[in-house]
């Protein structure tokens, strides 16, 4: 079946750190990918998407390639900031929408 | 994208009791998702909504526990029935966007607690 594995947290990064939030997948055929964020208290947001083999999802400096070899869809920033601090979420649609476990990320001054 | 409103916000309820989550959507929309969030857990879809017939829902999850109403193409219910503390959870409604891609948007969730 489909199903969304996500690197564990809670990730604790420095501000203007590099941030790599790993995210593999397991599905039939060609799923969409998505990455989404949950501040304190709120709902989900969509932060970017994938929808095909090597495409790159951006957004509020955030990307994200679809890499159909290694069945990944892995989040980076290059500078993060304490705004960031949220938790993340990777997911796929194939059929219907998985969600990973969620990555805490905490971003200190 | 879609913009998603949920009433209420949070509540306490006592158990045993029920709670009646509202989702209202700025657009008209075919189908409606219900997910429910544990604490510090990821997100678990209750059932999907279509206006017009029975909601689908998930292994898990029945009908006489999470009654869903869906009168229009811009609001649904979802009732969290016979209320007890493993209840406790936020619940989130969502919708699909109309891209194609399949992504969903969420409203900001209602955070129940049970005493």
């Known amino acids: 079946g489909n199903s969304v594995t996500q690197m564990e947290g809670p990730v604790t990064l420095s501000e203007e750190a590099f941030l790599t939030i790993n995210c593999t997948y397991t599905?039939?055929?060609?799923?969409?990918l998505f990455w989404y964020v949950q501040y304190p208290g709120e709902g989900l947001q969509l932060l970017l998407k994938?929808?095909?083999?090597?495409d790159k999802g951006s957004n509020k400096g955030f990307e994200a390639t679809y890499r159909k070899e290694t069945t990944s869809f892995h989040l980076e920033k290059g500078s993060v900031q304490v705004s960031d601090s949220a938790v993340y979420f990777c997911?796929?649609?194939?059929?219907?929408?998985?969600f990973g476990a969620g990555t805490r990320l905490t971003v200190k001054p | 994208s879609a913009v998603i409103s949920q009433k209420p916000s949070r509540d306490i309820c006592q158990r045993g009791t029920s709670l009646t989550i509202q989702c209202q959507v700025d657009?008209?929309?075919?189908?409606m998702f219900w997910y429910r969030q544990q604490p510090g857990q990821s997100l678990t879809l209750i059932a999907t909504?279509?206006?017009?017939?029975?909601?689908?829902?998930e292994s898990g999850f029945v009908i006489d526990k999470f009654p869903i109403s869906r009168p229009n193409l811009t609001f649904s219910t979802l009732t969290v029935s016979n209320l007890s503390p493993e209840d406790s959870s936020i619940y989130l409604c969502?919708?699909?966007?109309?891209?194609?891609?399949?992504?969903?948007?969420f409203g900001p969730g209602t955070r129940l607690t049970v005493t």
């Open positions: 969502s919708v699909e966007g109309t891209s194609g891609g399949r992504e969903q948007y």
């Open positions: 599905a039939t055929g060609y799923p969409s």
């Open positions: 994938a929808t095909k083999a090597d």
């Open positions: 997911a796929l649609y194939n059929n219907d929408m998985r």
């Open positions: 657009s008209q929309v075919t189908m």
């Open positions: 909504a279509n206006q017009g017939s029975e909601a689908t829902y």
